[in-house]
């Protein structure tokens, strides 16, 4: 169960759910205009078993903490987020 934090929020556990993903080529990455809150992508690929660090992983913090890794082959956009602006 996951714990609350000091709110009385629910504190997400990220060993247990999350992954770092990882792209199978270079030609395969996803576009970053995508990478919007919002947006639905399904990935077909697996999950790797030992806890690593994804290969050209772009991180903020000089030594990230190594995690799941799961390897995309393949992705669809199910739902694009739109982002409404000015109109050229």
């Known amino acids: 169960m996951d714990k609350l934090d000091p709110r009385g929020q629910i504190e997400f556990d ?3 759910h999350g992954f770092y993903i990882e792209a199978a080529s270079k030609e395969l990455k996803i576009d970053w ?3 919007i809150n ?3 992508v ?3 690929g697996r999950e790797y078993e030992n806890k690593r660090l994804p290969k050209d992983g772009e991180f903020t913090v000089p030594d990230p903490p190594k995690g799941r890794v799961f390897r ?3 992705y669809e956009i199910l739902r ?3 982002v409404w602006g000015p109109h050229k």
Do not use: F, H, M, V
Request: charged share 20%; hydrophobic share 15%; no cysteine.
């Open 14 to 16: 990220l060993d247990k």
């Open 33 to 35: 205009r995508t990478q």
């Open 38 to 40: 919002g947006t639905t």
């Open 42 to 44: 399904r990935l077909i």
């Open 72 to 74: 995309y082959y393949s």
């Open 80 to 82: 694009p987020y739109q």
